[in-house]
């Protein structure tokens, strides 16, 4: 804080070396390292562990970058040399521990291997060396990034992320696209043959450059096309969206059959994460209450179906229902649960609301599994057959076809809460999330108001927990965890509270993503934790926010500069 | 608010009372009817509710942290249950590396003690890392905003340390000093362990107590607790003292683990989860943001959640019901919630703060 201007700050730089290490040296010990090894980005170069290290180490040069009194110029990147150098002497450090010690009886994943990836497979002591020299290089290109202008800077940023979700994705996109006569060439060109995955060298170059520049063209013609859309009259105007949702339509319509069975089935819980994502983004994120218990009524979806529709006959009660008869039912159920669980909670708020809600999930689930209840819904063992239901002649049995229904369900959905958004409950609830004696000053009935969120979002979780009772055939208690519940609110704050799009966003990010990449299956929660840390320092109000929640959060910055003044 | 209840009786508050009568029928109707059956003997009912009250001392000292915290800071620490599980979780290394070096057979008093401190050093640092990096920077944010965080922060450790410790069971070691059972009058017995449980919770409070009453830090803790902006200006750090408050809590939460392990002799990454929600059940249930409060809560909640299930509902026939002891935890949370927010001892805080 004593430092002047150009004078370089010794202890910043070693005080976010060693921060930067710490992160390292946890990614590592947690495991990700080695289990993120196995993938490949760009094939036999660089694994998806090593990017995580090399990002780290790129972070904390660039952060080193900016934290230099005058950024901009040669102490910013002597600063993140340094920083990324002692980053990477941590790292060496751990590697020599792990090597010479053993240490799995405590650490589980300080394994040899671990020492193997960090030192580039070349032992102890040369490797360690090379792991210095490379941490500084990736400090150098930190700091580089940092000095480079705004726009280039994003578009690199935004051209690396292309290669690396490429790359990740590539076994999806070669599968998916394999039937195009003509891709498959370029393909293979691209990602490089046999065995290894990735991207091939020249085919990473070829997406950063192209990502690159397209991302500089866009930025630079974005107004001129903006500004061309909008001087066409109306009419034409307002054919061309149609015709972007027509396309779109055809794309619903079709990708299954062009996905195959394996992404379908990926795109289909997806589906279901989403369809709960928008009846908890009306809870949470509308009228503000931290719902906490919301696989309930996903449970209580499900198991209605399971009992209403269930034909093996082990339970006392034998219904032997139509799907289409039991799902009404079981959605009213739910809702009708929504009410009575929302009753107890009316007055109670935030910390309180939560609390309480994470334990009527818990009943419910404890419930699901005690013997109390096993001759009516199972117990531990859950219901089993539950047949497939029928629709028109066609059996919706197969990932393909249950595509649909979730896509209906999901539409529907889409459409209520648009609709609810800008009714006036919708206001009211907006109101409610904002202050809730004021609001309740205005008129507005609290009572009905906060009964109505819970009633409508307990509707959307009753039905995602039907389709998921037919889509598995079979459930269990286990399946109803409180993960669930957190898996939904992360989805919807990542993507932005009280934001429709933002819960589809949040869909693809965090339910999509680790059912594609399994490696991160058993990272999930850890990241989530994470993330949710994260986004709620750095961007609390998600990716893409909604209008006035942004605003809301972002008052007491918006305040800040103005007190300073006075 | 308050006004609005008092003049007319609306079909929400009358829907509650139904329910709360007909849970109040459901717990005599069952304790007479198993009292009356007379399955248990007078020794099985003295061993749960021994057990219980060791249960609840354990419950009690994690409630002290989330009512030290929420004194002070307005949240509930949701990442509180995690602290808890570091404490045990290093101290089960401690353990079984004096175990396997044979020091905790030559040493055993000395032993135990190290066991605490490291669990108890560790969960201090934790809590520490966790003010200054998830929470501190919140200060002023809406209230969805630490909460939110402090969820996060709960799974991220946890799953850190699933990462770093992996996914099995691991046993605690037996320490033969406080093995075995101590007899008492007739065919009554304790366990030694319950007893050291019961006792060292004990003293770990009516420290907690001297110190909040009579220390300099303790009376700068109860001065932040009243009003933030006062205290600064009267010369108190709030920052530093907002940290010796989590530490303050974190460290009876380690002590709290190694205590549920000497009992449980079980460690695991997802350990924390259930106790820490019966903990804040506790400090609810005492009345949150009130140290005795949270004493007498956790006591409470242990002895009902022990004696419980097999007095209220084996008379009515359910089966296996200890499987629904977490249950009858939460709906008490529930209950507690609505007819009386205050808790026991506690001010009026979840509507009027809230």
Redo the contacts between chains.
Sequence with gaps: MSTTQNTFDWRKTLQLGLIGGLVGVLIALVGMVDEFDKRDIVAGTLSMGWTLLLLTALITGYFAASMMPKGRGLPGIVSAVVASAIFAVVMSVLAWLVDRFDLRQVLVNASPNLVKILTFEQGVPNGLFMLIGAGAAVGLLGGVIHILPDRIRKAVALGLSMVALLGLLQEIIQVSLAGFEGVSKALEWMFGKGTEKGLSVAGAIVVFIVVAAGNLLWNTNAPKVNAQFNKLPQKSRRSLRWLGYGILFLVIIYLPAVLGLYLTEVVNSTGLFILMGLGLNIVVGFAGLLDLGYVAFYAIGAYTVGVLTNFSGELTWHFGWNFWLALPVAVSLAVLAGVVLGVPVLNMRGDYLAIVTLGFGEIIRILALSDFLKPSIGGSQGIVNIPPPQFLGVLINNPQTLYYVIVAGAILALFISQRLRDSRLGRSWKALREDEDVAQAMGINLVATKLLAFATGAAFSGLSGSILAVKLGTIYPHSFALLISINVLALIIVGGMGSIPGVFVGGLLLAGMPELLREFAEYRLLIYGALLVVMMQVRPEGFWPEATHKRELHEAEAVKPAEAEA | ?QSYRIRRI?W?DL??WV?GAALLALIVGGTYLTLQQGKFTAVQWFDLAVFGLAQGSVYALIALGYTLVYGILR??NFAHSEIFMSGAFIGY?AATGMQRAGFMQENPLLGIIIIFLTAMTTSAVLAILLER??YR??R??????????A??????????F?????TQNRAYPEIDVIKGTVPLFGDFQIQKIQIIVIAAAAMMMAFLVLFVQYTKTGKAMRAVSEDKSVAALMGIDVDAIIVRTFILGASLAGAAGVLYCFMFRIVTFYMG?IPG?KA??AA?LGGIGNPAGAMLGGLFLGIFESLGPTLFLDGLG????Y??K??IA??M??MV??FR?TGILGERL??AK?
């Design positions: 608010m609306n929400t829907f509650m329910v949240m509930i290394f990096i998830a920077p919140l002023g944010a809406p209230r969805l905003v630490p909460l939110i965080t969820i996060g922060a709960s799974f991220f450790l946890q799953y850190t699933r990462g770093l410790f992996g989860f929600i804040f059940t609810v359910v089966p296996a019901p499987q629904l977490d249950v939460f709906t949370l529930v919630l609505i927010p979840s509507r809230a």
